[in-house]
């Protein structure tokens, strides 16, 4: 598993990150466990969790995907590099949530206890949040650095000019910036081409996307019509979520033609999928997940070659209509 430099910073990560927000909901606690024995069997040293995961579960159960994690790597923490994030409701009270001062102390704490560590390698504000000024957030997340709690701070679901404006009151403030930010990014999502990723390359932010596959769109395993219970677009309002994203007639006739390049050239649609995604010189590490172990194997493949020109143009045309779709929620 080659390891890359975590944009400007001196931390190299492997190429892909494992995404663990199906744990303890969508898979269970052994698969949960399966899933990080093979992404460590294939030699994938990043990995990528959340405070709110996991994903589509009843707020009682938010943090078990933490806790599985912390369990897990218990013993050999020391051979992983771990990201977690706050932002998202976590609890009943109006301060359970958000980008504050108060949320981030309480939140960084929660998590550090289900992770069984006394660190964070990257901490990361989940989402935006308009309520909180930036300036709290970036100071809040400093002190976390101050600390020793936290190695390195980023941003996820960011705009272009938010990730913008804080980077420079970062700068003004003389305290620590966000390193790296984690968007949505696949074939049937591209709008972060135009801004956001052209602010990263030139300031040397890494570029960590999820949702690599489309939510397995992109697997061809979904067919138009209703969902199958069990995916990513059945799981209560996430995956309502899901289906607005892409359960579109529109988006499954470019899957169609998607598929229809995969077998032209001899490789599977997972493959396929994320080795495009690894082709844009921007991406530092994409995400990857699985509700089981064996579907880990089609995306680490993506490593085993670089995208030829002739097929990235194929794929560049099929789906440059995504290039002006809506910032991801």
Not at 58 to 80: H, I, N, Q, S
Not at 227 to 251: C, H, I, K, N, S
Not at 275 to 301: C, E, H, K, M, Y
């Amino acid at each position: 598993m080659e390891h890359v430099r975590f944009g400007r910073t001196g931390l190299k990560v492997s190429r892909l990150c494992l995404g663990t927000m199906t744990f303890g909901y969508q898979s269970d606690d052994a698969t949960s466990v399966a899933i990080m024995e093979s992404a460590a069997d294939a030699g994938i040293t990043f990995f990528d969790t959340a405070d709110a995961y996991p994903l589509g579960a009843p707020v009682d159960v938010l943090g078990r995907t933490e806790e599985l994690v912390g369990d897990w790597m218990r013993g050999k923490r020391d051979r992983f590099i771990l990201a977690t994030k706050c932002f998202f409701p976590t609890g009943p009270m109006p301060w359970d949530g958000g980008n504050s001062r108060q949320n981030i102390m309480r939140a960084v704490d929660a998590s550090l206890r289900r992770l069984q560590t006394d660190h964070i390698d990257l901490y990361q504000v989940h989402s935006w949040d308009p309520s909180t000024p930036i300036d709290e957030t970036l100071r809040a997340m400093d002190d976390l650095v101050r600390s020793g709690k936290v190695r390195y701070i980023g941003c996820s679901n960011t705009l272009a000019y938010q990730l913008a404006r804080a980077l420079g009151r970062s700068e003004l403030l003389g305290v620590s910036r966000f390193e790296s930010v984690q968007p949505r990014y696949n074939l049937l999502f591209r709008g972060n081409e135009r801004e956001l990723f052209p602010l990263c390359a030139e300031e040397r932010v890494a570029v960590i996307p999820y949702n690599p596959l489309a939510g397995g769109l992109l697997t061809g395993k979904h067919r138009a019509g209703s969902p199958t219970e069990g995916t990513r677009f059945t799981l209560g309002t996430a995956g309502d979520r899901y289906q607005d994203r892409y359960w579109r007639e529109a988006m499954f006739a470019t899957v169609a033609g998607f598929q229809e390049v995969a077998e032209d050239v001899g490789v599977p649609m997972a493959t396929l999928a994320v080795r495009w995604v690894l082709a844009n010189p921007v991406i530092t590490a994409p995400i990857i997940g699985a509700s089981r172990p064996d579907q880990l194997a089609a995306s680490v493949a993506a490593l085993d070659a670089p995208l030829d020109a002739e097929t990235k143009r194929r794929l560049d045309e099929l789906t440059h209509e995504y290039r002006f779709g809506d910032h991801p929620r």
